[in-house]
């Protein structure tokens, strides 16, 4: 599976953007997908998943009424919307896909075979 994310950028606090993630190679639908960030010298943390259908999502405790998950498994594309932006939450944004298995909770790192290259959001104060 390749991802490509983008729709990162510069915003305000309290403003939002919508990052997107395409995936190919692979039936998409078949994979669970999540978004993760990593902060300059921090390490890559977890932001929220989603499962095969759409239907079951989790988020991390930080981003939980701020940020919303969704696919759209006709287009291959993953979506983060992520309102009330704060300085904080200023990172690299990955995207990352793992083919389905009912054993991972999917909210870790080393749960995702793959990966895509990474946006870069910055929320200014």
């Known amino acids: 599976v390749q991802l490509q994310a983008s729709g990162g950028g510069l915003v305000q606090a309290g403003g939002s953007l919508r990052l997107s993630c395409a995936a190919s190679g692979r039936t998409f639908s078949n994979y669970a997908m999540g978004w993760f960030r990593q902060a300059p010298g921090k390490e890559r943390a977890f932001v929220a998943t989603i499962s095969r259908s759409g239907g079951s999502t989790y988020y991390a405790d930080s981003v939980k009424a701020r940020f919303t998950i969704s696919r759209d498994n006709a287009k291959n594309t993953v979506y983060l919307q992520m309102n009330s932006l704060k300085p904080e939450d200023t990172a690299v944004y990955y995207c990352?896909?793992?083919?389905?298995?009912?054993?991972?909770?999917?909210?870790?790192?080393?749960?995702?075979?793959?990966w895509g290259q990474g946006t870069q959001v910055t929320v200014s104060s």
């Open positions: 990352a896909a793992d083919r389905f298995d009912s054993r991972k909770t999917y909210d870790t790192v080393d749960e995702y075979e793959y």
